[in-house]
């Protein structure tokens, strides 16, 4: 560790003199955490949605009033043909086509069923999928609301409540944990910060040891009589610590803006992100010695950072991914810091239910670490 104090304050002075890099740890990250908090919403309201009531009468009105209140759907028109009906879901104004049959409040009457077509625009999966559960949750709840009134007028009844009312013979009584209210920004926010955290790093680091070869001055320091661990930690120290004050001001935002809480303990938090941080700067430091130039470092970073934003479970569930795709995220340190943060972050998770997310962070730190070492090792030889 010889000539350590004197790369680090070396380094510090070059950081201070370098205002774009200063910008780019310290305010970008928070840009991006607002303007992606906000931006990523899976939840989906208001889905366009046209009308075809050929009844006009009171039953049929209701039905698509109560498609309305669910605020999953919102009328934009209201045909009253055939064609233009069929136009409005083609032309894409329209996702979701509600047609009621002339007869459908006559059939109500009789006591017969009565079906209601509803047309479903499949192109996006996920408009469809909601439009999909909440047509058929309201259905439900329709037929199920007319069955109950039918059977308290014979006074006959598959089951009754406590108060002696008519009900469903079985009833699941379900209770959301954690995110009750089901913010997308609450899931979301916490895995955003480990990408920040990845992305910032990975750039900071890489592109600076690149850019000293570039430049000749790391050169020139290999044969200044500084040790090698010093002249490696002596450069990665000043990034380590502003990202760790980076990861302060977005945790600070994430509650201030997004109005998320640390349900965890918040010393365990920072603890684990420095194994994190260090991890990064490994894989940044790794990629350093692949790339001979700064564009040949940026191609390198976003072919690391593909992986590590759609594979990680930042952004769609792990559980779904093909068994080859899921195999690739085991080996991307994001995979385990993204399930780590909303581990503490939303359940208040402590060591023990975190242990096996540690354990493979930690295994992917001292491989990333030791190859990195290994081969900067071998440059300066």
């Known amino acids: 560790m010889t000539g350590f104090w004197a790369i680090l304050l070396k380094e510090f002075s070059h950081i201070r003199r370098d205002r774009a890099t200063v910008f780019f740890t310290f305010m970008v990250p928070v840009l991006q955490l607002i303007v992606f908090g906000f931006a990523i919403d899976v939840t989906i309201d208001n889905i366009p949605m046209t009308v075809l009531d050929l009844d006009g009468r009171q039953e049929s009105r209701r039905f698509a009033e109560a498609l309305v209140a669910t605020r999953t759907f919102q009328v934009v028109e209201r045909p009253t043909d055939a064609e233009s009906f069929r136009r409005a879901l083609t032309s894409g104004r329209a996702k979701v086509g509600v047609l009621i049959p002339a ?101 900071l680091t890489n592109l600076s040891i690149v850019r000293e070869r570039e430049l000749g001055t790391l050169e020139q320091l290999f044969v200044t009589p500084v040790g090698r661990a010093a002249l490696l930690f002596g450069k990665l120290t000043p990034y380590a610590l502003m990202a760790f004050g980076e990861l302060l001001i977005v945790l600070l935002a994430m509650s201030a803006i997004f109005g998320v809480p640390i349900h965890g303990d918040l010393g365990l938090l920072l603890a684990l992100s420095w194994l994190f941080i260090v991890t990064v700067l490994g894989l940044g430091l790794f990629i350093s010695t692949l790339a001979r130039t700064q564009l040949e470092a940026i191609q390198f970073a976003f072919l690391v950072m593909l992986p590590s934003v759609f594979l990680s479970g930042f952004m769609f569930p792990r559980s779904e991914m093909p068994v080859i795709i899921r195999a690739i995220s085991y080996v991307i340190p994001a995979t385990y810091f993204v399930e780590i943060l909303r581990g503490i972050i939303l359940r208040g998770a402590d060591f023990l239910d975190l242990f096996p997310n540690v354990a493979a962070l930690a295994a992917c730190c001292a491989v990333i670490l030791y190859l990195s070492i290994a081969r900067f090792h071998k440059q300066l030889d």
């Open 103 to 203: 007869d459908y409040s006559e059939r109500l009457l009789r006591r017969e069923e009565a079906q209601v077509q509803v047309l479903i625009d499949g192109s996006d999966s996920q408009v469809a999928t909601t439009a999909l559960n909440a047509v058929n949750l309201l259905t439900t709840q329709l037929a199920i609301g007319r069955a109950r009134a039918v059977a308290e007028s014979l006074q006959l009844a598959a089951a009754r409540n406590m108060e002696g009312e008519a009900a469903v013979p079985i009833e699941a009584r379900a209770r959301l944990l954690y995110n009750p209210d089901l913010e997308s920004s609450h899931f979301f926010v916490p895995g955003l910060i480990a990408i920040i955290l990845h992305l910032v790093l990975l750039f």
